[in-house]
């Protein structure tokens, strides 16, 4: 059973930083493009980020040069690394496959960027 769990959410400032985590049970994990979606009140879910099991990545314009997703293949396990964080960033964060999968979205982690 394919299961992702994620974490490292919590309440920043504006301009703090937060590194997000995403453990999966994914057999063949190296060969899935992984992404990092949020979904913030009243707003439909976005992809923020995606990488390639090579390393290629994608970002939403309104993270560039913000965030760095990246990947640790021996460990099952996608990052997203926040920094200049800004209250618009504020959302319930998911990883999934890319493109997702309706099965897979697990808990999510909260980020709230406030002051």
């Known amino acids: 059973q394919v299961q992702f769990v994620e974490s490292g959410g919590g309440l920043v400032q504006p301009g703090g930083s937060l590194r997000l985590s995403c453990a999966a049970s994914?057999?063949?994990?190296?060969?899935?493009?992984m992404g990092w979606y949020r979904q913030a009140p009243g707003k439909e879910r976005e992809l923020v980020a995606s990488?390639?099991?090579?390393?290629?990545?994608y970002y939403v314009d309104s993270v560039k040069g913000r965030f760095i997703i990246f990947r640790d293949n021996s460990k099952n396990t996608v990052y997203l690394q926040m920094a200049s964080l800004k209250p618009e960033d504020t959302a319930v964060y998911y990883c999934?496959?890319?493109?997702?999968?309706?099965?897979?979205w697990g808990q999510g982690t909260q980020v709230t960027v406030s002051s």
């Open positions: 990488i390639t099991g090579v390393g290629s990545t």
């Open positions: 994914l057999s063949t994990f190296k060969i899935w493009v």
């Open positions: 999934n496959v890319v493109p997702s999968s309706a099965d897979y």
